[in-house]
């Protein structure tokens, strides 16, 4: 019976209760679709269930619960994300021929997230039996609001990378909290990165800081082979984040340079043919500065022919980057526009509700919303708040680092450091990925390391508070 008290049991039950409630019990509440489903139904044998449907009424306005099936592999889009929709899919098929419900994959997201819970909550708990229980109210406050859990009802990616940062860091931490972990423990801890920084081909540079981690691990006393096993997991993260980013779809490339010069640095540019030329591009793109890849007008098609050698062919990420770092103004510039629109978890533009229901065309959910209209609301949007935020997190961080000693307390430490890095590089991608195409959208991971970071913080400050009264 004590077990049913112990706060690990006791906020994951809570957890559970709240993802009933708010995916599983009428009103249907997902995210519509903004066109990036195909992606992901191509690849796993979906497709839109009504096909009448109007534009109108499949795009941006609607949730939608049910999908037909089709073929499946009739397009490709890598990311871990296909074997977390595919299992259930393909499962629903044999057993419910008719549709599949986009529920029966927010079950799937849902087992994940508890089990992060569990564990994250379970580590404070060693504390004292209120920080497990405080910091796991921290959890459901930010984690199970409906900003993210509405993600699990639908065919974006999100929910993966949120998911996945939840296990990754909970699972490294408790290796490290272990007196001798072990090689089970060890491997779950790389699928976990695996699915990480697979989930998104943004992700995958995010594995070479990983694969650096799984060196350090090499210096604790596991069970088994331990140090070649973590030696062997280093290098194969390492690879799998190279691989995952040099095959990653031409096209997709196309795109987030197309996005990245002309709707990012020649967007409401002072001097437009000066960045061409800094660029090395030639006088005549001027004419497409301020478009972005999906317009139907442009004075250049974004697929034209030309356009190859004149653009693609000769520019890169590596040339966004050095024009910023001539020009850092200009990145400073959009860092604050970024900032600017950094505190928001969900893309308020996408309706949350099925058409069935009969709410406004793109009515967005409210039930249980308070950390996230808290974050769109009332947090400062600016750059000099997040300078402040990091710079209180790492002087936090930093202190407690260099009083530990033990080797398993200072790579817990460069874990916790790993995660800021992590939030500072997937703030800066949008910027040097995309421009400014939806970077609400896509400062989502940024805004999971941010909460997480949070999170973090105060379950620091509570285990320092249970000591002080002890």
């Known amino acids: 019976m004590k077990r049913l008290w112990k706060p690990e049991v006791l906020i994951s039950l809570a957890g559970a209760v709240l993802i009933l409630y708010l995916l599983f019990v009428r009103p249907f509440t997902g995210v519509a679709d903004n066109g990036d489903f195909l992606r992901m139904m191509n690849t796993v044998g979906l497709n839109y269930f009504d096909a009448g449907e109007g534009y109108a009424d499949r795009f941006f306005s609607f949730s939608h619960s049910k999908f037909a099936y089709d073929d499946l592999f009739t397009g490709f889009y890598p990311s871990s994300q296909i074997l977390l929709v595919l299992v259930p899919r393909l499962l629903a098929g044999l057993f419910h021929g008719s549709y599949f419900d986009i529920r029966l994959l927010a079950i799937v997201y849902a087992v994940l997230l508890l089990a992060a819970t569990w564990m994250i909550v379970k580590l404070g708990a060693k504390s004292s039996y209120a920080t497990g229980l405080l910091l796991g109210a921290g959890m459901l406050l930010v984690f199970y609001d ?20 939840l296990l990754t860091f909970a699972l490294g931490l408790r290796l490290t909290g272990q007196e001798q972990p072990s090689s089970k423990a060890l491997t779950l801890f790389f699928v976990a990165v695996l699915f990480l920084i697979c989930s998104k081909i943004q992700n995958a540079p995010v ?14 006393h596991g069970t088994g082979n331990w140090r070649k096993l973590a030696l062997g997991l280093g290098v194969a993260t390492a690879l799998v984040s ?7 779809p031409k096209e997709l490339k196309h795109i987030n340079l197309y996005q990245t010069v002309f709707f990012g640095i020649l967007n409401e540019s002072p001097d437009v043919r000066g960045d061409l030329r800094d660029l090395g591009l ?13 317009q139907g007008d442009t004075a250049i098609k974004q697929d034209d022919p030309s356009l190859g050698p004149d653009f693609y062919d000769r520019v890169s990420h590596k040339d966004v980057l050095f ?47 308070g950390w996230s209209e808290l974050k769109n609301k009332h947090l400062p949007h600016s750059l000099g708040f997040l300078v402040i935020f990091y710079l209180v997190y790492y002087a936090g961080l930093l202190y407690q680092y260099f009083r530990t000693r033990e080797a398993a307390g200072r790579i817990a430490g460069e874990l916790m450091m790993l995660l800021g890095m992590i939030g500072l590089f997937s703030f800066l991608v949008p910027i040097l990925g995309d421009g400014r195409a939806d970077i609400g959208k896509h400062l989502f991971l940024f805004n999971v390391c941010f909460d997480m970071m949070a999170v973090a913080m105060l379950g620091w400050a509570l285990h320092k508070l249970s000591r002080l009264l002890k």
Do not use: C, D, Q, W
């Not at 793109?285 to 478009?291: D, H, I, M, N, Q």
């Open 207 to 220: 594995g070479l800081a990983f694969a650096l981690i799984f060196l350090r691990l090499r210096t604790l």
């Open 282 to 294: 030639p006088e005549r793109l001027e004419v497409l500065a301020g478009t972005n890849y999906f």
């Open 146 to 165: 409906i900003g993210y859990l509405a993600y699990f009802n639908s065919l974006f990616g999100e929910p993966v990378s949120m998911v996945f940062m």
């Open 323 to 369: 024009f910023y770092m001539k020009h850092p103004g200009r990145l400073i510039e959009n860092m604050k526009y970024a900032a600017a629109n950094s505190m928001s978890i969900r893309p308020y533009y996408l309706g949350s509700y099925e058409k069935s229901e009969g709410k406004p065309a793109g009515a967005v959910a409210g039930m249980y919303s």
């Open 242 to 248: 190279v691989i995952m980013y040099v095959t990653a």
